[in-house]
């Protein structure tokens, strides 16, 4: 079996992360016969709920953008409990 595993560290700037998870959607298509792990920080929250205790306003057109990307790509978002930042 081959595996593919990506370690990424987004940036916080909206236009640039938009640029990133296009190049990360054609990636995904690219290796879709491997097992792929994405290691990331996105710096962007999927709901209000995790953007509390962080000190930061919730975009909802990052979110929206953000769960968009994770549909396309077919990606499973882990719920990965117990620390501030997942």
């Not at 370690?7 to 990133?20: G, H, M, S």
């Not at 205790?53 to 549909?71: C, E, P, Y």
Request: with cysteine.
């Amino acid at each position: 079996m081959d595996f593919v595993i990506a370690n990424v560290y987004a940036p916080y700037d909206l236009v640039a992360k938009q640029a990133l998870w296009d190049h990360l959607s054609s990636f995904v298509l690219i290796n879709s016969d491997a097992n792929l792990c994405l290691c990331t920080d996105f710096n962007s929250v999927r709901t209000l709920d995790e953007s509390k205790g962080r000190g930061t306003v919730f975009r909802l057109n990052d979110a929206n953008m953000f769960n968009k990307f994770i549909d396309e790509s077919f990606l499973v978002d882990l719920p990965i409990c117990g620390r501030l930042f997942t």
